[in-house]
């Protein structure tokens, strides 16, 4: 999936990897579960998109990129945890065409793999995170925008 930016992107999230569901449909966190859209659309007070089209105009309007650190791997279905033979992909197209503020890594695995294979070239540290992944039950929606909004808040303009 080819990274989602603009000259005036302020916030990269990255995931870690596509499931098979966004793979499928070559958009960032198309799992009807994954409460990545819900959230993003909850922080900045508004509704929720359905389309890939709505789902791109919510991000570049409110200055979120959007890419993984793994532009390819072997993996067994979606399942982060069998994620061998890691080819990272290179940030740097992003944080040099436009004045990223921050990098939040959506989720762990995102973490652990921009710390081990982006952030040497990347020059900065990256936020972590709660995944919005349906795997990430223990995270209620209401915790989960919390912890979001405090991160988000010194960075974009969240509600």
Known sequence: IPPLYDKNS?????????SVKSRKAAFFYAHPQNRFWPTL????????PKTVEEKRSLAQRHGVALWD??????I???????ITNVVPNDLRVILDAADMQAVF???GTSYDSYNRYC???????????PSTSPANARWTQEKLLRAW???LRPYLTVV
């Open 10 to 18: 302020r916030g990269l999230i990255l995931g870690s990897f596509p």
């Open 41 to 48: 659309a909850t922080l900045f007070g508004e509704e929720t």
């Open 69 to 74: 650190t793994i532009g390819s791997c072997e």
């Open 76 to 82: 067994v279905g979606s399942s982060d945890a069998s």
């Open 105 to 107: 890594c959506n989720g």
């Open 119 to 129: 952030r040497a070239a990347a020059g900065r540290e990256a936020v972590k995170l």
């Open 149 to 151: 909004r405090e991160a």
